[in-house]
């Protein structure tokens, strides 16, 4: 039986919570809209300028990330982040061969016209121009210090709420992100040095919007579409 008092079985040392903070009902309303309007102003960008954004604003976005939940606690999410010049080319250069082979010769017709709408093909530009590149890797085990493996769980759903997190850190910094997804991936391992237990996720893109950016003029969702309510 569960109750208000009850704590796994466990010899690891427990702290009190310290850290949660009660809203009234009004207060948590408001603040809930207020959350909903900023991230409903996100657009993925595809334009993006070539300004300089702080070192530190990545790295307190990144902090944000890595506060995410995980399976056991295993934090199997590992980010490099690119701003070098011939890094980035070398990641371009390489995403686009996979591109050009996907939208030429593996993608299937129906996967092609839902992309249509978007106005994305092979040509990867932003690769280069952004300021900064982060591509997100899960952990898909662990090394002991004697080199043997450690088991992680949940690897994917883990990394993906962790990117997540930093989409949204990101976005309430003030800047734009793009999610890439190169199929496959692997490159990354190459021209990062990753270890081979480390599986690239996707690369984010970061920076700020071009100056005349455009996004494609499409919508989201209504709540009854994509929620629905058992209640007693």
């Known amino acids: ?35 909903y309007a900023e991230l409903s102003g996100r657009r993925t960008v595809r334009q993006f300028s070539d300004r300089p954004v702080p070192k530190e604003v990545i790295e307190q976005c990144l902090l944000a990330a890595g506060t995410a939940p995980s399976g056991a606690n295993l934090q199997p999410w590992r980010f490099v982040v690119i701003s070098d010049p011939s890094a980035k080319a070398a990641i371009r250069d390489a995403a686009e061969r996979e591109e050009r082979e996907f939208y030429r010769h593996r993608a299937p017709r129906e996967w092609l016209a839902a992309l249509a709408p978007l106005g994305t093909d092979e040509h990867k530009p932003y690769l280069e121009t952004a300021p900064w590149l982060i591509a997100v890797f ?41 999610t890439h997804t190169p199929s496959p991936m692997g490159f990354l391992n190459d021209l990062l040095g990753r270890p081979p237990n480390e599986k690239p996720f996707l690369l984010l893109v970061v920076g700020y919007p071009a100056e005349r950016a455009q996004v494609p003029d499409i919508g989201r969702k209504a709540l009854s579409e994509i929620v629905s309510w058992t209640e007693g």
Do not use: C, K, N
């Open 1 to 35: 039986m569960t109750g208000p008092d009850h704590r796994p079985a466990s010899d690891a040392p427990f702290l009190p919570l310290s850290t949660w903070r009660e809203y009234p009902p009004d207060q948590m309303l408001a603040r809930a809209r207020a959350f």
């Open 138 to 178: 899960g952990e898909r085990y662990g090394l002991s210090p004697a080199g043997g493996r450690l088991s992680h769980y949940y690897v994917t759903e883990s990394v993906g709420i962790a990117t997540g997190f930093l989409i949204a850190a990101l976005h309430h910094a003030g800047l734009v992100t793009l």
